[in-house]
């Protein structure tokens, strides 16, 4: 048993694995790695960083008309209907992670929803730990990528800005449009770490 779901991680591992490719649930359970060593250096409980690095893309291989019911059922901001799976899978991930998981934890849901984006306002330790975890598991081999596990292990809020401006970067390099949460997210850890 844990605290965070009603039975064992190992069930835990069992239900995520059922729900997603062995490309995706391999991801997962290296974020779960990089988010325990994150946790144990952050005084993060890590058992809380574990379930939610495991859940934290349960909802990613859903269809688009399986998040778009969800934001209707759920009476989500309707607003979110015209993003997509990169935004729905955390936003509208947790609510499915709620129901069909029963985690409760706030905490862990927040940094569910929290993950692909960031918050433009405090993001618990936890949050923060998901968001860089999920950016720098050791699958990921971008360019710059040794650097910035370097800032994150010497502090977790100056891996949260590097991480946030490099993404925003990228995107407008791409001439994307960029979810305005990602924008709020930029300026708030600029004059905050
Ligand atoms: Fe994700
Ligand atoms: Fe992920």
């Known amino acids: 048993m844990t605290k965070y779901f009603d039975g064992s991680i190992e069930e835990l591992e069992?239900?995520?694995?059922?729900?997603?490719s062995t490309y995706r649930y391999q991801h997962s359970l290296r974020v779960r790695d990089y988010a325990k060593q994150l946790a144990s250096e952050n005084n993060v409980d890590i058992e809380q960083a574990e379930v939610a690095a495991l859940?934290?893309?349960?909802?990613?291989?859903?269809?688009?008309?399986?998040?778009?019911?969800?934001?209707?059922?759920?009476h989500l901001d309707p607003d979110l209907a015209k993003w997509g799976n990169y935004i729905w899978h955390g936003v509208v991930g947790a609510e499915i992670i709620h129901d069909e998981l029963g985690i409760d934890d706030r905490d862990i849901l927040n940094a569910v929803r929290e993950h692909t984006t960031g918050?433009?306002?405090e993001m618990t330790l936890l949050s923060q730990v998901l968001f860089m975890a999920d950016?720098?598991?050791?699958?990921?081999?971008?360019?710059?990528?040794e650097t910035a596990r370097q800032?994150?292990?010497?502090?977790?809020?100056?891996?949260v800005r590097y991480q946030i401006v490099h993404t925003v970067l990228r995107l407008v390099q791409k001439e994307t449009v960029i979810y305005p949460k990602s924008i709020?997210?930029?300026n708030y850890w600029l004059q905050h770490a």
């Open 151 to 159: 800032v994150t292990e010497q502090s977790l809020a100056a891996g």
């Open 135 to 145: 950016y720098l598991e050791m699958g990921r081999t971008f360019p710059g990528v």
């Open 55 to 74: 859940v934290h893309d349960y909802a990613k291989e859903r269809t688009d008309e399986e998040f778009l019911a969800v934001i209707q059922d759920k």
């Open 184 to 186: 709020t997210t930029y």
């Open 14 to 20: 069992q239900r995520v694995a059922k729900k997603m």
């Open 119 to 121: 918050a433009g306002s």
